[in-house]
């Protein structure tokens, strides 16, 4: 089998656990697996409104499951299978997360017509024009937990 056979079939089973999730749960049509060395090693669902928690994507499920059952944060040589091209925040945890590689089925711009907003967010930090407002307050000691932290000599960097 080659390569991009591989990489259909697990986004048919990703694809396929996407349509489940919606069918069974009542939850998006997002679904994510994690594979290392060609082998699945979690599997992840959108539940936000099942679980009423904004961030329990298909993708961040899945990371915090390889990571539990892998004993560690860094997913490096793990590659991550996704429903849809991963939003801002999920983009940002499989960046966290140290994988390298994502294999997506579906555009942010298809996502974007069926009312998800991830389309609205890429734009945003693209122009750097946010409809949150951000304000940094300064404070004499805002620092300190940094400076701390940068001088322990057992730290764990990430």
């Known amino acids: ?91 940002s945890a499989v960046y966290w997360a140290n994988i390298k590689k994502i294999y997506y089925a579906v555009t942010k711009e298809t996502v974007s017509k069926y009312g998800f907003r991830d389309l609205k967010i890429y734009n945003e930090l693209k122009t750097g024009r946010f409809t949150v407002k951000m304000d940094q307050i300064d404070t004499d000691n805002a620092v300190e937990p940094f400076k701390i932290w940068n001088k322990k000599k057992d730290k764990i960097k990430y």
Not at 51 to 68: F, G, M, Q, V, Y
Request: hydrophobic share 40%; glycine share 4%.
């Open 1 to 91: 089998m080659d390569k991009n056979q591989k990489h259909k079939l697990f986004l048919r089973k990703v694809i396929s656990l996407a349509v489940r999730n919606v069918k069974l749960n009542n939850n998006g049509p997002f679904a994510a697996v994690i594979v290392k060395n060609d082998k699945i090693i979690s599997y992840g669902y959108n539940r936000v409104t099942k679980k009423n928690d904004p961030t329990l994507h298909a993708e961040i499920d899945a990371i915090r499951k390889a990571s539990l059952k892998l004993q560690t944060f860094d997913l490096a040589g793990c590659v991550i299978y996704s429903s849809c091209q991963p939003c801002p925040m999920c983009f």
